[in-house]
């Protein structure tokens, strides 16, 4: 069984600030593991993801994560905020890379980002 | 690059009658077909997984009679909930991964209201 937590729920940060989002998983098996954004009323976006391969990932818009196994974490960076990065960022964990493994949401936090 | 349409982004019902939410695979073949509704400020829950062609799979505690799911082609699956009521106002996403792929790829969300 695979389970994420996200702590807090909301994350504020001025525009230019380093962006920090933590996630941490648990695993039965080896995890691979997802970073989604959401904007209002939308879909999810797939922001990078971890299949086992280079612990350091990096994604779209200027995001990247470590996986680091012996925190069992995969915290969110960008080192530059944008007001455009304003949304709500969900971690996610699978069992497999397999398209058809199920995905295991954390809560989400609020990205903020002030002027 | 892949997409999933889904329809309507938003709709009223009144308790009582039936809503149906579909979504399109475009330019890519869906063989399988996530389900997830989401509450105010929370997270995804994963209600069902419909698959071309057979039945669809539904989480523990999740109503098969009362959420609907069909997956007639490669390209369509779609969502009724039967007998709305209002604690059944929510976001609904769907999600496909693309053939070969191991990517999830969301539709843009229904907003549910039931009055």
């Known amino acids: 069984a695979q389970s994420v937590t996200q702590l807090g729920s909301h994350v504020s940060v001025s525009e230019g600030a380093l962006v920090l989002l933590r996630c941490n998983y648990s695993?039965?098996?080896?995890?691979?593991l997802f970073w989604y954004v959401q904007y209002p009323n939308k879909g999810l976006q797939l922001l990078l993801k971890?299949?086992?391969?280079?612990?350091l990932v990096k994604g779209i818009n200027g995001f990247e994560a470590e996986f680091k196994k012996s925190e069992t974490s995969f915290h969110l960076t960008k080192p530059s905020a944008h007001m455009s990065d304003a949304a709500e960022y969900f971690c996610?964990?699978?069992?497999?890379?397999?398209?058809?493994?199920?995905?295991?949401f954390g809560k989400g936090i609020t990205l903020s980002v002030r002027p | 690059g892949a997409v999933v349409s889904q329809h309507p982004s938003w709709v009223i019902c009144k308790s009582g009658t039936s809503v149906k939410i579909e979504c399109r695979s475009l330019?890519?073949?869906?063989?399988?077909m996530f389900w997830y509704r989401q509450f105010p400020k929370q997270s995804l829950m994963l209600m069902a997984t419909?698959?071309?062609?057979?039945?669809?799979?539904?989480e523990q505690g999740v109503e098969k009679d009362k959420f609907l799911i069909n997956h007639a082609s490669l390209t369509l699956s779609t969502l009724t909930v039967t007998s709305a009521h209002p604690e059944d106002s929510s976001f609904y996403i769907c999600?496909?991964?693309?053939?070969?792929?191991?990517?999830?790829?969301f539709g843009n969300g229904t907003r549910l209201t039931v009055t």
């Open positions: 419909s698959n071309e062609g057979s039945k669809a799979t539904y």
């Open positions: 330019d890519f073949q869906a063989t399988t």
């Open positions: 996610a964990v699978s069992g497999s890379t397999g398209a058809n493994s199920k995905l295991t």
């Open positions: 971890y299949t086992s391969a280079a612990t």
């Open positions: 695993s039965s098996v080896p995890p691979y």
């Open positions: 999600s496909a991964p693309a053939s070969g792929g191991t990517t999830l790829h």
